[in-house]
C-alpha cells in the first residue's frame, strides 16, 4: 500500500515537513497549497527536494468554492484553476483536489455542475492535470459522497474521478458500502481520518479535532474494506487537521501518522482475510497479534530505594534478591513483581519507569513493535542474562516483552534474598491490577495508538475527572481479558501554573489482593503513610449507598474507598506519593470491572492537599 501524508497534518515550515515525511517513511506527500504560499522555496525547488528525498508529490490541494457559480464568477475561477494548473506543472504534480463548493454557489442545479467541471477538465487536459472531485460534509450543494459520484459520472472525462475521505462520509453517519459499487480506477484520490466521537458542528470538527486512524471512534477497517473492493489499488493518504499535532514534534506526528496507517492496513488486511475476496490493494500484515496475559512486572526508578522497598513490605511484599550486577532489586508478591532500579536515578525521588508484559512469543511482539516504527529501549546484558525486548512508549516509559520461560531466566539473576521472609510466602497481595501512567497533553493520541498498536491493547470508552489542577482526561486501554489494563491520564495543560515543578502529576501501580482490610490493617500497623480521605466523602458514601454501618466505620477508620455497579464492589486506597509515584491496592468483589471513577476527583485533590501541604512544611 502506498502512504501518502498532507503536509497540512505537521508543525513546522514545508522543508520541516518535508524532511520529516522522508525520515518517518512514507511514500509521498500532499501539498496543502498554504504550506506552499508561505514558503521561501520556489516550486521548482520543492520539486527537487521531494525528488532528492525520494518522495513522490501525490496531490495539490485544495481547489475552493469552483462550480454551481454565475458565468462571469466561473470565468475568474477558470482563471484562478488555469494558474494553478501552471504551477502544478512547474512542481511536477498532475492531481488536483476540487472541494464541492462551500461559499459561491449559488445555483443549485446538476446539469450545471457538469457542464462547469467539464469546461475545468478540459482546461486541465491542457496541462495533463487530472481533477479529483470531493464532497465536503459541509457543501452548500453537494455534501455527500454519493453526489459527488454521480456529478463526476455525468461528467464523463477520462481526466475527473473523485476523491474520498473518511471524514467526510463517517462524520455524517453515512454508510461507506456504496464507495465498494465505485470503479476503482475512477476514485481519484483517497484520504483518511479518524475523529472522536463528539456532538458538535462538523466544519469545527473537522478542522480541529480530526486524528490518525486508530485514536478516535470511527471504524476505519471496515470504510477500508469497503474501499477495497471497489478495486482502488492507489495511494492512502492522511488528511488529519487536528490543533495539537500542529505544535507538536513535526517528526514524531509523522512517525504516528505512519504508525497508524501500517496498524490499519493490518487491520484491514485482517477483516479480508477472513472473506476469502480477492482485491488488488496489496495490504501488509503486521506480524502476529498477540493477547498479552498479564503483566511481568513493574518498575520504579528511584535515588532512594530504601523508602521505596520500605512501603513495598508494609504491604507485604517479599525481598526476592539483588541483581548480581547492577544496583536493582526484586520485590514480589504472588504474582506481582517489582523491580526498584536506581541506575541513571539521580534527582528522581521515585517514578514508575516502566513495566512488562507478558506474551506467549516476545520475539513477534519485538518484531511487531519494529514494524511499527517504535523506538527501541537501549539495554545492556551480559551474555548469560536473559535478554527483553523493551519499547519506548511516546511517554517515555519503557515497556517489555517476556514469556514465561523468560522470567525464569532473569528473576534468577537476582541473589542474596536472605532468610525466609517473615510474611506469608504467597503474600496478601496477588498481582498488578493495573499501571496508570500520566500523559502530556501533546502525547496522549500518539500513546493511544501506541499502546493499542504494539501491546494490541483496547480503548475503552474514557472518562474526565475534575481536580484541583484542572479536568483531568482519562482513558483505561487493556486486553481482551483485562489481564493488562492501562490507565492513562492526559495532565491539565495548565498544571506547570499550579505546581511547582517537583511535584508532577503522580503515576502509581495498582496491585490487587483479595482481602484489603487485612491489607490496610497490617500496612498501618506497620507504619505506612496513606492517601488521607475527608470524611465529606464517607457521608456522601452513606447516602449514595445503603451500605452496612459498621463496613463505613472500617472503611472510614483505614482511608478506604469504596464503589459499587450491578456487577460488584470495588474497595480501594492509596499510599501517600513518594516522588512521582504511589501505589493503591485494589479489592474487586464478584465481577466489578471499573477503577472507581466516581473516586477519582477524591483521589486528585486529596493528592493536591497533601502536596501542598508538604510544600509549605
Ligand atoms: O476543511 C477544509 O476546507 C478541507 C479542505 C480540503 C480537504 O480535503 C478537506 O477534507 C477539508
Ligand atoms: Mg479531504
Request: hydrophobic share 40%.
Amino acid at each position: 500500500m502506498r502512504t501518502s501524508i498532507a503536509t497540512v497534518c505537521l508543525s513546522g515550515t514545508l522543508e520541516e515537513k518535508l524532511l520529516a515525511c522522508a525520515k518517518a517513511g512514507f511514500d509521498g506527500v500532499e501539498i496543502f497549497e498554504q504550506d506552499l504560499l508561505v514558503s521561501p522555496m520556489s516550486p521548482e525547488e520543492v520539486k527537487a527536494m521531494a525528488d532528492r528525498l525520494g518522495l513522490s508529490l501525490d496531490l495539490f490541494q485544495p481547489f475552493r468554492d469552483y462550480e454551481g457559480v454565475t458565468e462571469e464568477q466561473l470565468q475568474a475561477n477558470l482563471h484562478r484553476a488555469e494558474a494553478k494548473f501552471q504551477l502544478m506543472q512547474r512542481l511536477g504534480i498532475d492531481l488536483m483536489l476540487l472541494c464541492s463548493n462551500v461559499g459561491t454557489a449559488t445555483i443549485n442545479d446538476d446539469d450545471l455542475f457538469v457542464d462547469q467541471i467539464r469546461q475545468l477538465s478540459d482546461l486541465a487536459a491542457q496541462y495533463d492535470v487530472r481533477i479529483a472531485y470531493e464532497a465536503l460534509a459541509w457543501g452548500k450543494f453537494v455534501d455527500t459522497y454519493q453526489h459527488s459520484w454521480d456529478i463526476v459520472k455525468r461528467v464523463d472525462r477520462a481526466n475527473v474521478g473523485i476523491c474520498i475521505d473518511s471524514f467526510h462520509i463517517l462524520s455524517r453517519g453515512d454508510d461507506p458500502a456504496e464507495i465498494a459499487t465505485i470503479p476503482g480506477e475512477k476514485i481519484f484520490f483517497v484520504q483518511l481520518a479518524d475523529a472522536p466521537v463528539l456532538t458538535m458542528d462538523i466544519l469545527s470538527w473537522s478542522r480541529h479535532y480530526r486524528l490518525f486512524p486508530g485514536q478516535g471512534g470511527f471504524a476505519l477497517d471496515q470504510f477500508m474494506a469497503e474501499l477495497v473492493r471497489s478495486g482502488y489499488d492507489g495511494i492512502i493518504s492522511l488528511e488529519i487537521f487536528n490543533d495539537v499535532f500542529r505544535q507538536s514534534n513535526v517528526e514524531r506526528t509523522a512517525v504516528d501518522g505512519l504508525r497508524s496507517l501500517q496498524w490499519l492496513e493490518s487491520k484491514t488486511a485482517q477483516l479480508l482475510s477472513s472473506t476469502g475476496e480477492q482485491y488488488a490493494l496489496e495490504l501488509k500484515m503486521l506480524p502476529g497479534i498477540q493477547d498479552a496475559t498479564g503483566f511481568d512486572f513493574a518498575e520504579i526508578r528511584t535515588e532512594d530505594p530504601e523508602r521505596v522497598a520500605g512501603m513495598l513490605a508494609q504491604l507485604g511484599f517479599n525481598f526476592s534478591g539483588q541483581h548480581r550486577r547492577k544496583p536493582v532489586q526484586l520485590w514480589s508478591s504472588g504474582e506481582a513483581k517489582i523491580i526498584i532500579n536506581s541506575q541513571r536515578s539521580r534527582g528522581v525521588e521515585a517514578a514508575v519507569s516502566g513495566f512488562g508484559v507478558l506474551v506467549p512469543d516476545p520475539g513477534t511482539s519485538a518484531q511487531r513493535g519494529e514494524a511499527l516504527l517504535a523506538t527501541k529501549v537501549p539495554r545492556q546484558q551480559t551474555h548469560n542474562e536473559q535478554e527483553l525486548s523493551g519499547f519506548l512508549a511516546p511517554d517515555s516509559t519503557e515497556v517489555f516483552f517476556s514469556s514465561r520461560a523468560n522470567t525464569r531466566n532473569w528473576v534468577q539473576e537476582f541473589e542474596d534474598a536472605g532468610p525466609a521472609p517473615t510474611t506469608d510466602a504467597n503474600g496478601p497481595i496477588l498481582s498488578i491490577d493495573h499501571i496508570n501512567l500520566a500523559q502530556p497533553w501533546q502525547c496522549f493520541d500518539e500513546s493511544v495508538l501506541f499502546y493499542s498498536s504494539v501491546l494490541n491493547l483496547k480503548a475503552r470508552p474514557g472518562t474526565e475527572v475534575p481536580s484541583p489542577m484542572g479536568l483531568v482526561r482519562s482513558q483505561v486501554l487493556s486486553t481482551q481479558d483485562a489481564g493488562v489494563r492501562l490507565a492513562l491520564n492526559i495532565v491539565p495543560q495548565g498544571l506547570e501554573n499550579v505546581i511547582e515543578r517537583n511535584h508532577e502529576y503522580p503515576e502509581h501501580v495498582a496491585l490487587r489482593t483479595n482481602d484489603i482490610i487485612e491489607v490496610a490493617r497490617t500496612a498501618r500497623a506497620r507504619g505506612m503513610e496513606f492517601l488521607q480521605v475527608p470524611a465529606n466523602y464517607y457521608e456522601d458514601l452513606a447516602a449514595r449507598f445503603d451500605i452496612d454501618s459498621q463496613l463505613l466505620e472500617t472503611l472510614k477508620s483505614l482511608h478506604l474507598l469504596y464503589d459499587r455497579d450491578e456487577a460488584g464492589e470495588f474497595l480501594h486506597f492509596y499510599t501517600k506519593t513518594l516522588g512521582n509515584m504511589f501505589l493503591e491496592v485494589v479489592e474487586r468483589r464478584s465481577s466489578y470491572d471499573g477503577y472507581g471513577a466516581p473516586n477519582a476527583p477524591v483521589r486528585l485533590a486529596s493528592q493536591f492537599e497533601s502536596n501542598r501541604w508538604s510544600r509549605n512544611m
